[in-house]
């Protein structure tokens, strides 16, 4: 009967290892956009910007308000509410239109209103997440290089 016990514990335990390293979710914390209403073209985030302030977190998810211009300056890194620091690990990403107070208007589509999204780096921007905020017919080319100089 003892061995019975030992086999069903090791079983666990190499199911519980299994699952803990290679199914297991490896979780992020979500993200939220908030985009000024009304506005269409290239948004970008720029990351370890020197007396910018941080990415806030508010009810579990990093809130990036854009400002009109389509930028937002943050001092915190581009890793900033990953998993690990080579790992974003699984988010979600939600967009809307604010108001001038902040208050949201709209929920933003990925499918119809969102083109297309991409992590880049230059020597002038530093590390920077774009993405285009639009129909397929309001963006000039699939991925342009909005922020470059």
Known sequence: MKKIGYVFLALLLLVGTIYFLFIHERRGIDTVYLIPNGYTGCVGVFYKVEGKPPLKVQNEKIIHKISKDGRLETSSSE???WYSRVDSGWHNSEYYYVDDQG???KKLNWEKDINWEMTAEDE???NYFTFFVGGKDD????QPECFSQ
């Not at 963006?139 to 699939?142: C, L, N």
């Open 124 to 126: 002038y921007n530093g």
């Open 79 to 81: 890793s900033f509410g």
């Open 139 to 142: 963006a000039s080319t699939p």
């Open 103 to 105: 208050k949201k208007v």
